[in-house]
């Protein structure tokens, strides 16, 4: 397995949803991070889930994709309903709390388009 490589990503509609799941066994002890880069733009953050239980949205994200953990299971998942356009974006999982700077996986692609 590769560390952080997320999957999951797809073509859906608006209004659509996926999940997102990341590799994450080994990162029990960090903060986990979702963030997105869409076509032309820089990395955005969209969702963490602290090591303490805690958990943060972006504006974007927030009432519409719900993040969780199992440390157990090693996985890392991204919950994401009404889908839009905007939403479209590379999705990666990472290190860190509300940033976009740290440790990075391999992305999984998601367009949402009519």
């Known amino acids: 397995e590769v560390p952080l490589a997320a999957s999951g990503g797809g073509e859906v509609h608006p209004g659509g949803s996926l999940t997102l799941t990341c590799v994450a066994s080994?990162?029990?002890?960090?903060?986990l991070t979702w963030v997105r880069q869409a076509p032309g733009k820089g990395l955005e953050w969209v969702a963490s889930f602290s090591v303490r239980g805690f958990t943060a949205y972006s504006p974007a994200a927030k009432g519409r994709f719900t993040i969780s953990r199992d440390d157990a299971e090693g996985t890392l998942a991204l919950q994401m309903n009404n889908l839009a356009p905007e939403d479209t974006a590379v999705y990666h999982c990472?290190?860190?709390?509300?940033?976009?700077?740290?440790?990075r996986g391999q992305g999984t692609e998601v367009t949402v388009a009519s």
């Open positions: 990472a290190t860190g709390w509300k940033t976009t700077s740290g440790r």
């Open positions: 080994g990162f029990s002890d960090y903060d």
